[in-house]
């Protein structure tokens, strides 16, 4: 039988790194998305050496768990000057950190380019990338985010992740995470099947399917093309189960592992998210016995 669809959350790690497996594997998921620093600080503690044994030991003996990392915000590679000599190094910090864990991947948002314009900012990134990679060797891959568009955020059109790739040193060490909300809000309409398969084409002639190595499956709580970012549970936004069943059910999509950025509030969370997306699954739901 070919494997099991991998599809899990992004996941708390207060209390130490290596808590975000027990719970995921208390919800039976497959794959998760952890921050390995503060994501809106310059500065975070050291992880503990005891946290990081744990952490490997735990994920050796859960060795089918597909786990993946995302950077800090404050980081932008399309700036200049100091805030981008921090995000040198805020970002080393992080490949480190990766590395340390054995986590093979980090997403990034690409950058903001603050006025100097898209094609600039894409030059810098680029760059940027090239610089990193080449201070920092190790393994880890770094995976462009699609986003929404909010302010000057690069990364909106699948165009902008292409060129970046394209102009870089380390195409081996860059692939891509393809978020729903975020390219909904951009402007993608995929509202039925004509319109996702013609978005899946576009997205391979561009960016390449061979690239997509992440999906952020969300619902939004914003329009199409309202390049306003604001995450909603499956089902209940203005994608809504339909459309967001074509990502969930495309075979070519079918080795990529799917991570939910959906709301957790306290009487509907990651639970009831994945109860949903096991149904629109056509799969049973968790402990439902039979
Ligand atoms: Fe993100
Ligand atoms: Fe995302
Ligand atoms: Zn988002």
Redesign the pocket.
């Known amino acids: 039988m070919a494997q099991k669809k991998k599809i899990g959350f992004h996941m708390s790690i207060s209390g130490g790194v290596f808590n975000a497996i027990g719970e995921a594997l208390d919800l039976g998921i497959e794959t998760f998305q952890i921050f390995l620093k503060n994501s809106n600080r310059w500065e975070s503690p050291p992880l503990k050496e005891k946290d990081i044994e744990k952490f490997r030991s735990l994920w050796k003996s859960n060795a089918n768990l597909s786990i993946h990392g995302h950077t800090g915000y404050l980081i932008n590679f399309a700036g200049e000057g100091e805030n981008l000599e921090k995000s040198m190094l805020l970002m080393a910090q992080e490949m480190n950190r990766a590395d340390a864990l054995g986590i093979p991947t980090l997403v990034l948002h690409p950058g903001n380019h603050k006025g100097a314009g898209i094609d600039t900012g894409i030059e810098r990134i680029s760059e940027n990338l090239n610089r990193i990679f080449s201070e920092n060797p190790g393994k880890v891959k770094i995976l462009l985010e699609t986003m ?1 568009g909010q302010g000057t955020s690069i990364g909106h059109e699948f165009e902008n992740l292409a060129a970046i790739i394209e102009k870089s040193d380390y195409k081996e060490r860059l692939g891509v995470c393809l ?1 729903t ?2 390219i909904f809000a951009a402007g993608y309409d995929f509202s039925n099947e004509k319109l996702y398969d013609e978005l899946i084409i576009n997205f391979d002639k561009t960016v390449g399917l061979k690239n997509l190595e992440l999906i952020h499956l969300n619902d939004s709580k914003k329009q199409c093309g309202s390049r306003v ?1 604001r ?1 909603e549970h499956i089902g209940k936004g203005e994608i809504g189960e339909r459309a967001l069943g074509f990502f969930l059910r495309d075979e070519r999509l079918h080795e990529v592992p799917f991570i939910m ?1 959906t709301p957790v509030e306290e009487d509907y969370g990651n639970r009831e998210n994945l109860k949903v997306v096991l149904e629109m699954m056509g799969e049973r739901s968790p402990g439902s016995g039979h």
């Open positions: 929404a978020d909300c975020h970012d995450h950025e």
